[in-house]
């Protein structure tokens, strides 16, 4: 069983320096069997949110140079929306600007005024 380790040295498809050969064979199994379960499970994580990432960054880069029509109806409803959310608070700030008028010229004319039935 001792023939079988020098016959790599002797192989001429290896490199020269069998150290170097040797360490760089072993380099990617050794951080696995370093990595405790937890360390494991979170580079598996790290791996999974890289692939989204990725995912939703092509996404986003398909969206961003071609809009869809939907996208586009979608935005186009938004804005009639938020046009008739912006007309109605322009009517109720317009109403209580015009009460507190209404209350401010009324309670200083000292009970003599139309309100007093």
Do not use: C, W
């Amino acid at each position: 069983m001792s023939t079988s380790s020098p016959a790599p040295d002797s192989n001429p498809t290896q490199p020269s320096n069998p150290a170097r050969g040797a360490s760089a064979n072993q380099q990617p199994q050794q951080p696995q069997q370093q990595l405790s379960p937890l360390e494991h499970e979170v580079l598996e994580e790290y791996a999974r949110l890289l692939g989204n990432l990725n995912q939703l960054s092509s996404t986003l880069s398909s969206l961003s140079t071609n809009p869809t029509a939907e996208v586009l109806d979608g935005l186009r409803g938004l804005e009639r929306k938020t046009s008739l959310v912006f007309t109605l608070l322009k009517a109720s700030v317009y109403s209580i600007v015009l009460q507190q008028e209404i209350y401010a010229g009324g309670g200083g004319g000292g009970g003599t005024g139309e309100g007093d039935y």
